[in-house]
Every structure is written in structure tokens, then in C-alpha cells.
């Protein structure tokens, strides 16, 4: 696959906890991360393919000088 430097701008989402664990499982280095729970905005969501095409997988581009922290919270991942 292509490198997409669009996407690559973007951070990737997922719209279930439990997709957004099984994402984190594929990369060894996220997964000790936590993962942050909340409505993606502002900013634009799209879907995009994925590491893995049986999981939704979804692309946010958030603004330049938008601060997005404060609709988040922290989910404690239990594995």
C-alpha cells in the first residue's frame, strides 16, 4: 500500500472501545497506551482503511490552533 501523507496527517479513530483495543493490539507500541474516549470534534472524520479491514477504522483531522482536549477522557484499557 501507498503511502498516503494525507492520512498520515490525521489521527486514527475507531468508533467502539472495542476496536479501538483491538487496533492498539496490532502495534506493539501502543499497547501500553491509554486510550482517550469522546466526540471528535472539531475537526473532520472520515472512514479509511485500516491496518485491519475487519475493523472500522476512521481518519480525524483536528484545525490548526483548535484545542481538542478537554472533550476527552482517559479510558483504562484492562488486558
Do not use: Y
Not at 489521527?11 to 501502543?30: N, P, R
Amino acid at each position: 500500500m501507498p503511502f498516503d501523507t494525507c492520512k498520515a496527517c490525521g489521527l486514527s479513530c475507531s468508533d467502539t472501545l472495542e476496536d479501538a483495543i483491538k487496533l492498539t493490539d496490532l502495534f506493539v507500541h501502543l499497547r501500553k497506551q491509554e486510550i482517550a474516549f469522546g466526540p471528535p470534534t472539531p475537526g473532520v472524520v472520515m472512514d479509511t482503511e485500516g491496518p485491519d479491514p475487519k475493523l472500522r477504522h476512521m481518519t480525524w483531522w483536528i484545525p490548526a490552533g483548535a484545542k481538542p482536549n478537554g472533550t476527552f477522557t482517559i479510558q483504562p484499557v484492562a488486558k
